[in-house]
């Protein structure tokens, strides 16, 4: 049983109360009045599972705040709140000064509040519950593309999966490779900008295929897409040249980038998003009626995105 398996069987109640959206999405939503919804998600990072063991306090604490954000990203939701569960094997000023520092400065860069949270001993882990606004019935959603969609993504794929899998090999990745898994950046801007143009979108954090796929499962259609137009650094492109194995893209994870399906008669309208915001949007697929995911490419090799279970 995989994680997502787990959460559908043992937590995925169904709410009867029209106001919210709960387990199955990128966030969960709440209505407060008639003009807004509360956008609210959680993320935990343990050590040896999310960061390896020597990785700095400070990357530590803006992936795990992040990756949070990453999800108010994906449904257009502007950040205002979070809270901190903090677990710690010892006091030790030094790292917790290095982790407030950074913590504070993504913080303030999104203009997002700290108003609580919990500290324990045990095993070095963090758990972010992140709370953001959006106006009422303009989320984006996974569950509303449409057939014909184009399918975009943000920045190009891959480069933290190639750095950790390097770490893994006890090879030194890049600078360039390490700043993509260590200090992600959640395309908060982009989301926002995305309300009503966008009509499905979330945010890659478990590897395209699988987080394509909630899309598709949540929208009961399939897609098409075109490994040739996935968007790639030099580094990941010398890679698949060199091992012509494409899961790295395809399931790597912790890319932290936006997929999202857009209607034909909106596409100029991402291309000058693209322009505006200076962030690289790629059409690499479209939204078909057949369920399932159909490769372009020639690669055949089954991909398995990491699980916790």
């Not at 790292?95 to 400065?105: I, N, P, Q, T």
């Not at 019935?137 to 950790?164: H, K, M, P, Y």
């Not at 009503?196 to 399939?222: M, P, R, T």
């Amino acid at each position: 049983m995989n994680e997502f398996d787990l959460i559908e069987k043992y937590f995925n109640w169904k709410n009867e109360d029209s106001s919210l959206l709960g387990v199955g999405d990128d966030c969960a939503l709440i209505s407060i009045d008639s003009q807004y919804q509360i956008a609210t998600s959680v993320d935990t990072l343990i050590q040896g599972v999310h960061f390896p063991k020597n990785t700095s306090a400070s990357d530590i604490a803006h992936k795990a705040l992040a990756v949070n954000l990453s999800d108010l990203a994906a449904m257009g939701a502007t950040p205002q709140y979070f809270t901190l569960a903090l677990t710690l094997p010892e006091f030790d000023k030094n790292w917790l000064k290095d982790f407030s520092s950074s913590l504070k400065a993504l913080a303030k860069l999104h203009h997002v509040s700290l108003v609580g949270g919990d500290t324990t001993k045990g095993m070095l882990s963090i758990t972010i519950n992140v709370t953001g606004i959006v106006d009422k019935g303009e989320a984006l959603l996974r569950s509303s593309a449409q057939v014909g969609d184009t399918i975009f993504v943000s920045n190009t794929l891959g480069d933290a999966g190639l750095a950790w899998q390097q770490i893994q090999q006890n090879i030194r990745p890049s600078d360039t490779l390490l700043k993509s898994f260590n200090t992600p950046d959640p395309q908060i801007k982009l989301g926002h900008a995305l309300l009503g143009i966008a009509n499905a979108c979330i945010d890659i954090s478990d590897g395209l295929e699988q987080d394509l796929g909630h899309i598709l499962k949540q929208s009961n259609l399939g897609a098409r897409i075109n490994l040739a137009d996935i968007p790639l650094s030099d580094e990941v492109q010398t890679y698949i040249q060199e091992s012509q194995d494409w899961c790295l893209v395809l399931a790597g994870g912790d890319d932290y980038q936006l997929c999202f399906t857009v209607a034909q008669n909106k596409i100029k309208q991402v291309e000058q998003l693209s322009q505006d915001l200076n962030v690289k949007l790629t059409p690499i697929g479209t939204i078909t009626k057949e369920m399932g995911l159909e490769r372009l490419g020639g690669f055949e090799k089954k991909c398995t995105s990491y699980k916790h279970f």
